[in-house]
C-alpha cells in the first residue's frame, strides 16, 4: 500500500495524537493483553517490539503471522532454493503491513530500522498514535455496530410499519365496506323517519282536529248544561204550579162523585120532604141554589182537573225530555272521555315514537361520531407512520450515503493496497534477479575453487 505525504512534511516530530505517559500506554496495552514493562519501552528489544506491532495488526486489521506466511508461499511458489527467502520476506511483509497501519495511525515517518534497531522515544511515540488509533476505531466501531443496530431496528420497524399500514388500509377497507353496506340501512331508516315524519305531521292535524272536536263538545255540553238547567227550572215550575193545585183540591173526583150522589139523594129526599113539608120549601131553595153553585164548582173543578191533567202530561214530557237531554249528555261525556281517552293514546304513540326517533338518532349519531373519532384516528396512525417511515426512509438514505462513502474509502484503499502489492512484485522481482544472479555465480565460483 502506496503512503500518503506526510501533513506536516518531513518533521519527525510532528503527530496529530496525544502523547501518553508510560503507565497510560502499559494501562492500554493491558486491554489488548499485551504484557509491557517500562524497562522495554525505556530499551525496546526488536522481537518484543515486532510481538507488540503484530498485536495491533491482529486487534486493529485482522492480519496474523498465518495470513503472511501464506502470501509469502504463494510468492515463493516455484522459485528455486525458496528457503533463502522465507525468513527475509515474512520480515518484509510484516514491515509492509506495520508501515500501511503506522501512516493509518498518522505516523508517516515509520521505517524498517524502526522494527530492526526501535529506538525509545519513536518506539513510545508510535505506541501512543497506535493506541490513539485504538482507541479512534473502537469509538466508530461502536458507532458503527449502533448504527448496524439501529438499521436492523429500523428496517424491523419498517417491516412493522408496513404491516401495520397494511392493517390500517385492511381497516379501512373494511370500514369503506360497512359504511357502503350500511348505507342501504341507513336510506331504510331515512325512508322510515320520513315516513314516521309524515305519520307525526298527520297525527299532529288529527290531534288538532280532535282537540276542535273536543272544544266543540264542551261547548254542546255547556249548552246542554244550560238546557238541562232550564228544563230542571221549568219542571220546578210545574211542580210548583201542581203543588199549588193539590193545595186547591181537598179531595179526589171520586169522593167528589160520590158526594154529589148523596147531595142527590139528598136533593130527592128533601124534594120528597118539601112535598110532604111545604115549611121547608125556602130551606130547600136555598139549598137547591147551593147546589147549583156546587155543581159550577164542581163543573169548573173538573176543568181545573182536565186543565192539570194536561199540564201533568206537559211536566211528564218536559221530564223525559229532561231524562233524554241527561242520556244524551251522559252519552257526550262518554263520547268525551272516549276522545280524551284516544288523544291521551295517540299522545303516548307520539311520545314513543318521538322517544324511539330519538334514540335511533342518537345511536345513529353516536356510530356515526365513533366511525368518524375512528377513521380520523386510523388517518392520523396512517400520517404518523408515513412521516416515520419519511424519517426513516431519510435516516437509511444517509446511512446509505454514510456506507457508500466508507466503500468509496476502501476501493481508494484497496487501489493503494493493489498499488503497493505491484510495487512489491516488481522488487521481488529484482530480488529474484539478484538471487538468481547470485547463485549463478555462486555456481560459477564454487567448482573453480
Not at 491482529?58 to 528455486?80: F, I, N, W, Y
Not at 438499521?151 to 419498517?158: A, F, G, I
Not at 242520556?327 to 307520539?350: G, M, P, V
Request: proline share 2%.
Amino acid at each position: 500500500m502506496t503512503s500518503a505525504p506526510a501533513p506536516g512534511g518531513d518533521d519527525p516530530e510532528f503527530k496529530s495524537f496525544p502523547s501518553l505517559k508510560t503507565n497510560e500506554i502499559i494501562t492500554e496495552l493491558k486491554q489488548l493483553e499485551v504484557d509491557l514493562t517500562p524497562e522495554e519501552i525505556a530499551k525496546p528489544q526488536p522481537g518484543k517490539v515486532q510481538d507488540v506491532y503484530l498485536t495491533f495488526l491482529d486487534t486493529l486489521s485482522g492480519t496474523v503471522t498465518e495470513m503472511l506466511e501464506a502470501q509469502r508461499d504463494q510468492v515463493t511458489d516455484g522459485v528455486e532454493n525458496r528457503e533463502i527467502y522465507d525468513g527475509g520476506l515474512v520480515r518484509l511483509f510484516i514491515y509492509r503491513e506495520v508501515r500501511a497501519m503506522m501512516v493509518a495511525a498518522q505516523v508517516f515517518d515509520f521505517h524498517l530500522q524502526d522494527l530492526t534497531r526501535p529506538q525509545s522515544k519513536r518506539f513510545k511515540r508510535d505506541l501512543c498514535a497506535l493506541i490513539n488509533f485504538f482507541r479512534f476505531r473502537s469509538d466508530r466501531l461502536a458507532e458503527f455496530d449502533e448504527l448496524v443496530v439501529g438499521t436492523e431496528e429500523l428496517v424491523d420497524r419498517r417491516a412493522q410499519l408496513e404491516v401495520l399500514t397494511a392493517q390500517v388500509q385492511e381497516s379501512i377497507a373494511s370500514l369503506e365496506a360497512q359504511q357502503a353496506s350500511e348505507q342501504e340501512e341507513a336510506d331504510k331508516l331515512r325512508e322510515t323517519n320520513l315516513k314516521y315524519s309524515n305519520t307525526l305531521l298527520h297525527l299532529r292535524k288529527v290531534q288538532t282536529e280532535l282537540l276542535a272536536e273536543a272544544d266543540q263538545l264542551q261547548k254542546d255540553k255547556t249548552d246542554a248544561h244550560v238546557r238541562h238547567q232550564a228544563a230542571k227550572d221549568a219542571m220546578d215550575e210545574v211542580s210548583a204550579a201542581l203543588h199549588k193545585l193539590q193545595k186547591r183540591i181537598t179531595s179526589s173526583p171520586a169522593v167528589v162523585r160520590s158526594e154529589i150522589a148523596r147531595l142527590q139523594r139528598e136533593v130527592e129526599e128533601a124534594r120528597a120532604s118539601l112535598k110532604e113539608k111545604e115549611q121547608q120549601a125556602h130551606a130547600l131553595a136555598s139549598k137547591k141554589h147551593a147546589l147549583d153553585k156546587l155543581e159550577q164548582d164542581l163543573v169548573a173543578a173538573v176543568a181545573s182537573m182536565e186543565q192539570v191533567a194536561a199540564q201533568m202530561d206537559q211536566a211528564a214530557r218536559a221530564s223525559q225530555a229532561l231524562e233524554e237531554a241527561r242520556l244524551e249528555d251522559a252519552k257526550q261525556q262518554n263520547l268525551q272521555d272516549t276522545y280524551q281517552d284516544q288523544i291521551a293514546e295517540l299522545e303516548r304513540s307520539l311520545e314513543q315514537m318521538a322517544a324511539r326517533l330519538a334514540s335511533d338518532r342518537a345511536t345513529r349519531e353516536t356510530k356515526r361520531a365513533s366511525n368518524d373519532a375512528e377513521l380520523a384516528s386510523l388517518t392520523e396512525q396512517i400520517h404518523a407512520v408515513s412521516d416515520q417511515t419519511k424519517e426513516r426512509q431519510a435516516l437509511v438514505e444517509k446511512t446509505n450515503q454514510q456506507v457508500a462513502d466508507v466503500e468509496r474509502q476502501q476501493a481508494v484503499l484497496l487501489e493503494e493496497h493493489d498499488a503497493y502489492c505491484a510495487e512489491m512484485h516488481a522488487k521481488k522481482e529484482i530480488v529474484c534477479d539478484w538471487a538468481q544472479n547470485y547463485m549463478e555465480a555462486l555456481s560459477r565460483v564454487l567448482p573453480s575453487s
